[in-house]
């Protein structure tokens, strides 16, 4: 078995990148092996390995040329800011961080980005801006790197109106395991050049290839925004809203349901209070519109279908700080839910049977006798479901319930994750609720692109 | 070799679908024979075909079935659409006609169609409307199927705006060469449930599965619109306002580029006059918005960005009738210069390139002292170049224009098709502009989905 101290390895990955861009022994490596998988899933990581940081595609080609000859495993990270343990090194091996490929430029006449994997989604949303435009949608935590929102196809609050990543993706460029390298699509609104293998690799999690760069696609600034709080009585009035509110025509930026008790878990945790007193369900929705006037027209419309469903006195923030200050209580809830935490789960439904996957998953709840709090994207059928620790529980209990969640979501026509991927720790989850032959044909894409199965080992295939 | 007569081939394919739903016998299979290639290019069809029309997947599937043990080539066909002799039979083989499995219905709450694969476009914009909803893309001829639009992933003119088939499609049924029934995606807007294989197959031209259904998202209505003739006096004038009104943050449904020869031959051939007496180039602007006083406010400030930009005096039409005959006129230009022309191409670069691309153009044109009119979508960088007949000439002259006319969209960063696909046609094209590494993956990925080699044979793989 190879391992990290081989040091003819370690020299020839110092020849690629410089002495000082390679890391390695146990307590040094300690900063590159985990990401935001909570403790009780995620997979002990391996230490013997050693972290690589190429500064170049080239780089990046010669580290993999060395790892597909010698046959060891790759894993590739980006911000670590994954749910489902896939950075996570399972085995000794390379740890590929892409942290120093971190250029940002934009291409003003044809709004679109180049980035580099290592680019965060922050420094993307700050080169956007700088250019006067605008990367609709919020995949998630801005720590998050380019590469990997891609390779996890990264979803995040605003889909319902902008899409996941895979919808901004124009083109990229891709290293496989040989070292070869692979450019696909380009600063293009459309591309029918053969089979679409860059949608194939959106997704992947880093077992099929390495993005290195990719084009992404921006828009021009939408420079008025409502952020507001609609409090209902119950879950079945506030779900039922959301799609009379769609079929209006109105295109909120987000649509985000929330419930009383976690709501004031996380306000609590920040030192604010949740400002609406009425009301046992919520939903957020921000509206952002490119015209004032226009804005106001949409939310008055917003409003009366609000009223009309049964709404309690909604809230509507205008300031910045205001609607800073309820996205903050809203993106703290797992962070504050996390300590006491066995796994946050991300199950997708069509968007209108969420009312009917949330009451199954109180009658789960209930049956087990634990708290389950959900919250999630209301707008695309995607929800949080949270399972909590209880004294005295093991993994077998926690399993089964996870098993249920699953089965009633396939029930109602949905898949076990719209976000978060499959990872390390859905492998088991993927087998069991996939047909064999979708699996058999993913076992075989794999085999083609990767035959020696050194990208990412123990991630995602079951 | 397999041959049409074969009696207990067809008598198999009768016992599955009907003795009726079974057409063989020169003369009798002449009508599903061809499609919308342009015959100087076109493949000379094989006659020695068997038509056999499933009513459901599960014949579709006992079909495949069939043609898999036998070995026997499998060509699918939806509405003979295609421009690039993608379901030309070029091989002894049954031709698989999807026109009898045509139902769609619409879920309101989820805003999404259920559209079995030989539903037409117009059936799918009609029960649409007819749930007061609204297909946004147009994805060209209104009587190509749902089926081969999306194994085509057909663009069309509003791509700008909303995006091709692929943004649209979040589940498909689609039957493997072995007569495996695969379901991926539904009614979702979030999946990462493992490889994208709904997205391989999307694009893919019938080479790896049969699409038998899909579920497609529809939208409220925009219930306004207004569409605009915007003449100037030169191309790259027109051109250069493109990208200036997108970065407004206007986003028109769809923004044509035309020139005075082609569209004033087209207006001809229906009787009509092209408007605008001023101008050698236009925009044909199509704006639609849900609010009316707001649609006006972006007209306004979109005049005002042409008037910038030095256009001539725009014309507005308002009313529906008005509206229409504009757009017949654009959709016209292909049928009235199909008879004189050799090829027509579907080069797409980056949005901001186009003026540049056409000027390209124009050098070859010049150099071969023959006319090759363009046209097409410049708001998505994609436009339609015709080789026309020239007397005297011979294929290698046509070849010759058509790669230097790739060469020269390629050195912008651009790619040989954007809407039209590879079909029979594009094959040499495609081996000679892509990567080895990829058409080596693309041989692969159709090795493992197809292993005998019998769905749509001799098309998109070199």
């Not at 999630?376 to 399972?387: E, L, Q």
Request: charge should be negative; proline fraction near 6%; include cysteine.
């Amino acid at each position: 078995m190879w391992s990290s101290i081989d040091k003819t390895v370690v020299e020839e990955l110092s020849s690629i990148v410089g002495e000082d861009q390679v890391v390695f022994g146990v307590g040094r490596v300690e900063g590159y092996l985990l990401d935001e998988t909570p403790l009780p899933i995620r997979p002990e990581p391996c230490r013997d390995v050693v972290v690589v940081k190429p500064a170049s595609t080239e780089e990046v080609s010669a580290i993999l040329r060395l790892a597909y000859r010698s046959k060891i495993p790759v894993f590739p990270r980006g911000g670590g800011t994954g749910l489902v343990g896939g950075c996570i090194p399972t085995r000794s091996g390379i740890i590929l961080c892409l942290e120093r490929m971190n250029k940002v430029t934009v291409d003003v006449d044809n709004m679109m980005a180049e980035a580099e994997a290592g680019a965060t989604l922050h420094d993307l949303i700050e080169a956007a801006d700088r250019s006067d435009l605008f990367f609709p949608p919020h995949p998630g935590d801005e720590y998050a790197q380019i590469g990997g929102l891609i390779a996890c196809n990264a979803g995040g609050a605003r889909a319902v109106r902008t899409g996941v990543m895979r919808n901004y993706v124009r083109g990229i460029e891709a290293v496989l395991p040989t070292g070869d390298v692979l450019r696909l699509g380009g600063k293009l609104i459309k591309d029918n050049t053969g089979y679409d293998l860059m949608q194939l690799i959106i997704g992947s999690e880093g077992t099929l290839a390495i993005i290195t760069k990719a084009f992404i696609r921006l828009y021009p600034k939408l420079p008025f925004s409502i952020t507001m709080i609609i409090p209902f009585d119950s879950r079945s009035a506030a779900l039922k809203t959301v799609p009379r509110i769609l079929r209006t025509g109105i295109m909120p930026l987000a649509v985000e349901y929330v419930e009383r008790i976690p709501i004031e878990v996380s306000a609590a945790r920040l030192g604010l209070e949740w400002p609406c007193k009425e009301g046992e369900a919520f939903l957020i929705i921000i509206l952002a519109e490119q015209d004032e006037e226009y804005l106001y027209r949409v939310c008055e419309k917003l409003l009366d279908v609000c009223v009309e469903s049964g709404s309690l006195e909604p809230l509507v923030a205008e300031r910045r700080d205001e609607q800073d200050r309820i996205l903050r209580i809203r993106s703290e809830i797992y962070t504050a839910l996390k300590p006491s935490m066995v796994d946050i789960l991300d199950v997708t439904v069509p968007p209108a049977s969420i009312g009917l996957l949330m009451d199954k998953i109180d009658e789960i709840s209930r049956s087990y006798n634990t708290y389950l709090p959900a919250y999630g994207h209301a707008g695309d059928g995607n929800i949080h479901v949270h399972i909590m620790r209880e004294e005295g529980w093991d993994t077998a209990i926690y399993d089964e319930i996870r098993d249920k969640v699953y089965s009633v979501t396939l029930e109602l026509g949905g898949v076990i994750t719209g976000e978060h991927g499959i990872g390390f720790v859905r492998r088991r989850s993927l087998l069991r609720f996939s047909h064999p032959i979708y699996i058999d044909l993913m076992k075989k894409v794999k085999q083609i692109f990767d035959p020696n199965n050194i990208l990412n080992p123990d991630k995602l295939l079951p």
